[in-house]
């Protein structure tokens, strides 16, 4: 894993962990949102593996499925998470109140840790979170 990926990784976890906490709070259209970044922030990490990297989020999608779903290095699942995450972004953020059902962000979120897990078998493992305690 390079350190690029790592933090990107790390991001994506924290993510996550966001995507999580407005769950709970019942903030489903900004939960789903974190949900979408915390797959992009992985599909940016394969693609850093391969040197690879794009500034629009569409380009990120279309070259993840592109170099993995597609050739089936990465289950072709992964891509489909991916892109439903970003059009349930895009609802989130710029849609009217309340676009997102909780159905819709809790699947988003299980998704996104499904994806987690994965990259982190295939790309290697993150550190444990440290917590600060303040």
Not at 66 to 72: L, N, S
Request: charged share 25%; proline share 6%.
């Amino acid at each position: 894993m390079t350190p690029d990926q790592q933090d990107l990784l790390e991001k994506a976890r924290a993510s996550l962990d966001a995507a999580r906490v407005l769950f709970a709070a019942g903030h489903y259209d900004f939960a789903a949102p974190r949900a979408y970044y915390s797959m992009f922030y992985i599909a940016e990490a394969f693609l850093e593996g391969e040197g690879l990297a794009f500034s629009k989020h569409q380009a990120v999608i279309a070259a993840f499925g592109h170099q993995f779903a597609h050739t089936g290095r990465v289950p072709r699942e992964f891509h489909h998470y991916l892109t439903e995450a970003f059009e349930l972004r895009h609802g989130g953020d710029y849609g009217p109140p309340k676009t997102i059902t909780e159905k819709k962000a809790q699947e988003a979120i299980a998704h996104a840790q499904l994806f987690l897990e994965f990259a982190e078998r295939l790309i290697g493992p993150l550190p444990p979170e440290r917590r600060d305690n303040a």
